[in-house]
């Protein structure tokens, strides 16, 4: 069970817009730690897509955009291109445990 | 162009050691995630730019990363290895003031089987 949550699989048409969530808690992302976010095809190695809870690498294209809010963050995609197909991962800090925590993963397919 | 390249993974028996390399471009914080075959990305640990260092509970007091004082290699030394420490780790290079990833290098398998 991760610490943070995120819905196992996802899937929308292409050109249309998609959603994904990650939910923590306060010793997380509702603690004030950032979000930032991956994506991974075929367990290749992973890309960074977002940072700081809404900051883009200079690669990354400006249709994909990230906010958060209380103890919970998201991810957005307009106009979805099959390769955008992939897992998306949401990674934070935890005081808790005082290390680096991941989401479980979205499975994103592009109809 | 910043590159981290990991090596060092192998077959090892349960209970056994190995220790993997990451070489980097500089002292960057470096951090060591692995991933089992159809699973999600798992952290593992993080060494600061400044040497603070960070352990996931699932390998705390089994694993120390470290670094070499002079050149950018950093490493993780795998003590007491069980089946389930089996996967693919990569190591990967911080964004400057925020615990994230930037620059993944490729896996190198690590596999505890007997």
């Known amino acids: 069970q991760s610490v943070l949550t995120q819905p196992p699989s996802l899937s929308g048409a292409p050109g249309q817009r998609v959603t994904i969530s990650c939910t923590g808690s306060?010793?997380?992302?509702?603690?004030?730690?950032?979000v930032h976010w991956y994506h991974q095809i075929a367990e290749t190695t992973p890309q960074l897509l977002i940072y700081g809870n809404s900051h883009r690498p200079s690669e990354v294209p400006d249709r994909i955009s990230a906010s958060k809010s209380g103890t919970s963050a998201s991810l957005v995609i307009t106009g979805l291109q099959s390769d955008d197909e992939g897992i998306y991962y949401c990674q934070s800090f935890d005081d808790s445990l005082r290390g680096v925590v991941f989401g479980g993963g979205t499975k994103l397919t592009v109809l | 162009e910043v590159q981290v390249v990991a090596s060092g993974g192998d077959l090892v028996r349960p209970g056994g050691s190995l220790r993997l390399s990451c070489a980097a471009s500089a002292f960057d914080d470096i951090y060591w995630v692995r991933q089992a075959a159809g699973k999600g990305l798992e952290w593992v640990s993080l060494?600061?730019?400044?040497?603070?260092?960070y352990y996931a509970q699932s390998v705390k007091g089994r694993f120390t990363i470290s670094r070499d004082s002079s050149r950018p290699y950093f490493y993780l030394q795998m003590n007491s290895l069980r089946p389930d420490d089996t996967a693919v780790y990569f190591c990967?290079?911080?964004?400057?003031?925020?615990?994230?990833?930037?620059?993944w290098g490729q896996g190198t398998p690590v596999t505890v089987s007997s």
């Open positions: 060494i600061e730019a400044p040497g603070d260092t």
């Open positions: 306060s010793s997380n992302i509702g603690g004030g730690y950032d």
């Open positions: 990967g290079k911080g964004v400057s003031g925020h615990w994230a990833i930037e620059t």
